[in-house]
């Protein structure tokens, strides 16, 4: 008969990829996860796992195994939520981009802590957070998703806005129109797989309401939106940015807008959630906590 303990091992060996890791997550010794191992595998006669020399991987048996494992111990985690009446011990981990996280997701969670400090959570902040083999509870996303295995709940709309420093356009005059840009020293950033060159616009006027293509060469690029936004500032260049990043910085000064009765490909910002797992009542409400934060007014949006 499986275990819930075994149910731990084996989630706690897929998330961490090796046996030592997941013996250092579940606080005993290497042999002992390997005779556990050797135990359940014998007991459900399949091999679950093959080791190699860069760690191992899950057979189709054993990724039947994690899959099951997950949903089981999630939906264990909810009854102890359910049965204690509302009170949200138990973990809880968020995984978000860099910036965002730091500026808008770590207030909620310092919040959600205060709130239920029964909660063991934890915040991981990553350029791209959100992949289809990520561990998390609840992963905070900007952009679009095609990914059926999870749930995506809308926290905010997130327009991207083409921006540049006051000094810049002094030095190099203010571009009319998008298709401009190619004469112009571009910014980019690199995220989500994007193809960060091809900038989408359409004019809001326009009857046909087209998305129109437009290829930029970038003169500089980064992999972090706060480099990039920086880089604007200091009249390096034109950045195709996030709303939520530049709308502050517009409102300063430091940046204008550019092409304001143009429409720019947004990426509204998103709250996943695993559709393989049963739904924690604390993980249903962070997510609650977190649209808080956003509606009905983003505190970024600029009257």
């Given at each position: 008969?499986?275990?819930?303990?075994?149910?731990?091992?084996?989630a706690?060996l897929?998330?961490?990829?090796?046996?030592?890791?997941?013996a250092r997550?579940l606080?005993?010794?290497?042999?002992?996860?390997?005779?556990?191992?050797?135990r359940?595998?014998?007991?459900?006669?399949?091999?679950l796992?093959?080791?190699?020399?860069r760690?191992?991987r899950?057979?189709?048996?054993?990724?039947?195994?994690?899959e099951?494992?997950?949903?089981i111990?999630?939906?264990?985690?909810?009854?102890?939520?359910s049965?204690?009446?509302?009170?949200?011990?138990?973990s809880l981990?968020?995984?978000a981009p860099?910036?965002f996280g730091?500026?808008h997701?770590?207030?909620v969670?310092?919040?959600?802590?205060?709130?239920y400090?029964?909660?063991?959570?934890?915040?991981?902040?990553?350029?791209?957070?959100?992949?289809g083999?990520?561990?998390?509870?609840?992963?905070?996303?900007?952009?679009?998703?095609?990914?059926?295995?999870w749930?995506?709940?809308?926290?905010?709309?997130?327009?991207?806005w083409?921006?540049?420093?006051?000094?810049?356009?002094?030095?190099?005059?203010t571009?009319?129109?998008?298709?401009?840009l190619q004469?112009?020293a571009?910014?980019?950033?690199?995220?989500?797989?994007e193809?960060?060159?091809l900038?989408?616009?359409k004019?809001?006027?326009?009857?046909?309401?087209?998305?129109?293509?437009?290829?930029?060469?970038?003169?500089?690029?980064?992999?972090n939106?706060?480099?990039?936004?920086?880089?604007?500032a200091?009249?390096?260049?034109?950045?195709?940015?996030?709303?939520?990043?530049?709308?502050?910085?517009?409102k300063?000064?430091?940046?204008?807008?550019?092409?304001p009765?143009?429409e720019?490909?947004?990426a509204?910002?998103?709250?996943?959630?695993?559709?393989?797992?049963?739904?924690?009542?604390?993980?249903?409400?962070?997510?609650?906590c977190?649209?808080?934060r956003?509606?009905?007014k983003?505190?970024?949006?600029?009257?």
């Amino acid at each position: 008969m499986i275990s819930l303990d075994d149910l731990r091992f084996v989630a706690a060996l897929s998330r961490t990829g090796s046996l030592s890791a997941a013996a250092r997550a579940l606080d005993v010794t290497p042999p002992a996860l390997s005779m556990r191992l050797k135990r359940l595998e014998a007991s459900l006669e399949a091999n679950l796992v093959v080791r190699n020399s860069r760690g191992l991987r899950f057979t189709p048996e054993g990724e039947q195994l994690v899959e099951e494992a997950r949903s089981i111990l999630s939906r264990v985690e909810g009854l102890a939520d359910s049965l204690r009446g509302g009170a949200f011990a138990g973990s809880l981990r968020v995984v978000a981009p860099f910036g965002f996280g730091r500026v808008h997701v770590a207030p909620v969670m310092a919040a959600f802590a205060r709130e239920y400090p029964q909660v063991r959570a934890t915040l991981d902040l990553a350029e791209a957070p959100w992949n289809g083999s990520v561990e998390a509870d609840v992963v905070v996303h900007i952009g679009a998703i095609r990914d059926s295995s999870w749930i995506a709940h809308l926290l905010a709309r997130n327009a991207r806005w083409v921006c540049a420093s006051p000094a810049y356009l002094k030095r190099c005059g203010t571009p009319m129109h998008p298709r401009d840009l190619q004469q112009h020293a571009c910014l980019s950033v690199r995220e989500n797989e994007e193809d960060v060159t091809l900038w989408r616009y359409k004019d809001r006027n326009a009857s046909s309401r087209r998305w129109e293509p437009l290829r930029i060469s970038p003169t500089l690029t980064s992999n972090n939106g706060e480099v990039v936004r920086a880089w604007a500032a200091a009249g390096l260049g034109i950045a195709l940015r996030s709303e939520w990043d530049v709308a502050p910085s517009v409102k300063r000064g430091e940046l204008r807008r550019l092409f304001p009765t143009y429409e720019f490909e947004g990426a509204d910002i998103l709250a996943l959630v695993p559709a393989r797992r049963g739904v924690s009542a604390r993980v249903s409400h962070f997510v609650e906590c977190l649209k808080a934060r956003f509606q009905p007014k983003t505190p970024w949006r600029i009257p």
